[in-house]
């Protein structure tokens, strides 16, 4: 088996994690980095990732040195959110002539806010014949295609309500700037108001993805975002809250059909959510037939999933026929644990 060869840009808490795992896998080899980091340029890849030995691999913040389709079968990008700070980067990728996978929010349903952009995505990829998907543990992952595989076996779904509960402790300054943490609920609001706060990103992908994978015509989404107001101090190495001020963002996104509401996803965020007996976890209700309630305590691991995710699903879009794809367009993912997980068909 010739592993495939695999290109890491962006090598941040991420990135990194990935290149690590990607490391460990005898089917995948790191043939070349790219971050815009002046600390990181010019380093070897090995130790930048700090794994004790040297990889062989040249960081680089030039891309357009190491884009060769020749010795690149897929790369895998993880810099920002946003589509349209990304896109400039993908279209250097495609136009290289090779796969991608982002894990950018706004890319695991490109259409749901940049139709145009998504447009221009799926031909540039069919142009020159290789895939890019947008995934990610939310969205990708737990609000979208796990319900959506839950009602594989459902005759009818009248309404669906996900709710992931989890813990912000781990993350850092950005993580806590977005979601608002250490903010007074004032600021909270002023912050939402002027978009410097915006909670989760990715409620419109993930509704759309379930809407379009079931057929349920949502046509209308809305969203709201509440402070979680602690009333214990709570801290961590980044932010310190005191009782009164802002733990977190309670997000919900809905879709609806008309008049009638038939998607409800809940994500509130916190630090140390166990300091007010929060407890974590994933929970998903399908309501039709039949009725179904799953849930996974405390909730799937965020950087973990995110991680694993991506790299999982590498011979799966090196495999699949050229375009823009999201996660419900894919074969399910699966952990890459031997030989058969890299040749499962499309
Ligand atoms: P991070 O800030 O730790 O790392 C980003 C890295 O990318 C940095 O090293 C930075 O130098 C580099 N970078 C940024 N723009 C670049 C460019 N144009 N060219 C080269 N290098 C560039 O962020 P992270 O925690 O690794 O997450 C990356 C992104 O993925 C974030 O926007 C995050 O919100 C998103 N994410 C999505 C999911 C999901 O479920 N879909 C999950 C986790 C993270």
Same mark, same amino acid.
């Given at each position: 088996?010739?592993?495939?060869?695999?290109?890491?840009?962006?090598? =941040?808490?991420? =990135?990194? !994690?990935?290149?690590?795992?990607?490391?460990?896998?005898?089917?995948?080899?790191?043939?070349?980095?790219?971050?815009?980091?002046?600390?990181?340029?010019?380093?070897?890849?090995?130790?930048?990732?700090?794994?004790?030995?040297?990889?062989?691999?040249?960081?680089?913040?030039?891309? /357009?040195?190491?884009?060769?389709?020749?010795?690149?079968?897929?790369?895998?990008?993880?810099?920002?959110?946003?589509?349209?700070?990304?896109?400039?980067?993908?279209?250097?990728?495609?136009?290289?002539?090779?796969?991608?996978?982002?894990?950018? *929010?706004?890319?695991?349903?490109? *259409?749901?806010?940049?139709?145009?952009?998504?447009? *221009?995505?799926?031909?540039?990829?069919?142009?020159? !014949?290789?895939?890019?998907?947008?995934?990610?543990?939310?969205?990708?992952?737990?609000?979208?295609?796990?319900?959506?595989?839950?009602?594989?076996?459902?005759?009818?779904?009248?309404?669906?309500?996900?709710?992931?509960?989890?813990?912000?402790?781990?993350?850092? @300054?950005?993580?806590?700037?977005?979601?608002?943490?250490?903010?007074?609920?004032?600021?909270?609001?002023?912050?939402? %108001?002027?978009?410097?706060?915006?909670?989760?990103?990715?409620?419109?992908?993930?509704?759309?993805?379930?809407?379009?994978?079931?057929?349920?015509?949502?046509?209308?989404?809305?969203?709201?975002?509440?402070?979680?107001?602690?009333?214990?101090?709570? +801290? @961590?190495?980044?932010?310190?809250?005191?009782?009164?001020?802002?733990?977190?963002?309670?997000?919900?996104?809905?879709?609806?059909?008309?008049?009638? +509401?038939?998607?409800?996803?809940?994500?509130?965020?916190?630090?140390?959510?166990?300091?007010?007996?929060?407890?974590?976890?994933?929970?998903?209700?399908?309501?039709?037939?039949? *009725?179904?309630?799953?849930?996974?305590?405390? +909730?799937?691991?965020? !950087?973990?999933?995110? /991680?694993?995710?991506?790299?999982?699903?590498?011979?799966?879009?090196?495999?699949?026929?050229?375009?823009?794809?999201?996660?419900?367009?894919?074969?399910?993912? %699966?952990?890459?644990?031997? /030989?058969? %997980?890299?040749?499962?068909?499309?």
């Amino acid at each position: 088996m010739n592993p495939i060869r695999v290109l890491q840009w962006g090598l =941040g808490a991420m =990135g990194s !994690g990935m290149a690590k795992l990607t490391l460990d896998k005898p089917g995948l080899k790191i043939v070349a980095a790219v971050d815009g980091r002046p600390d990181y340029t010019g380093k070897d890849l090995g130790e930048v990732l700090g794994v004790g030995k040297q990889l062989g691999v040249k960081v680089t913040n030039r891309p /357009e040195d190491v884009l060769n389709k020749h010795e690149v079968d897929i790369v895998i990008i993880a810099t920002t959110s946003w589509l349209k700070d990304q896109i400039a980067d993908l279209r250097k990728i495609l136009n290289a002539g090779i796969n991608c996978i982002s894990i950018a *929010e706004e890319m695991s349903d490109a *259409e749901a806010q940049n139709p145009e952009l998504a447009r *221009e995505l799926d031909s540039l990829a069919k142009k020159n !014949g290789v895939t890019i998907l947008g995934t990610g543990v939310n969205p990708g992952f737990v609000l979208d295609l796990l319900v959506v595989a839950l009602t594989g076996g459902s005759h009818n779904v009248e309404r669906i309500e996900a709710s992931r509960v989890n813990d912000l402790s781990p993350y850092g @300054t950005t993580v806590m700037n977005s979601q608002g943490v250490g903010t007074t609920p004032e600021a909270f609001r002023a912050g939402i %108001a002027d978009g410097s706060i915006v909670g989760h990103v990715g409620f419109p992908e993930s509704i759309r993805m379930i809407s379009d994978a079931l057929g349920l015509g949502v046509d209308r989404i809305e969203q709201t975002r509440e402070p979680i107001i602690s009333k214990v101090r709570r +801290e @961590t190495p980044y932010v310190a809250v005191e009782p009164g001020m802002v733990a977190g963002c309670s997000h919900i996104g809905v879709g609806y059909r008309g008049s009638q +509401e038939v998607i409800r996803l809940i994500h509130p965020q916190q630090i140390h959510p166990n300091l007010e007996n929060q407890e974590t976890g994933d929970y998903i209700n399908i309501y039709g037939k039949p *009725e179904i309630h799953m849930s996974i305590k405390p +909730e799937i691991a965020g !950087g973990i999933a995110t /991680e694993g995710i991506a790299v999982n699903m590498i011979p799966l879009v090196v495999a699949a026929t050229p375009g823009l794809k999201r996660m419900i367009d894919l074969p399910v993912p %699966a952990a890459l644990m031997g /030989e058969s %997980a890299y040749s499962r068909r499309n």
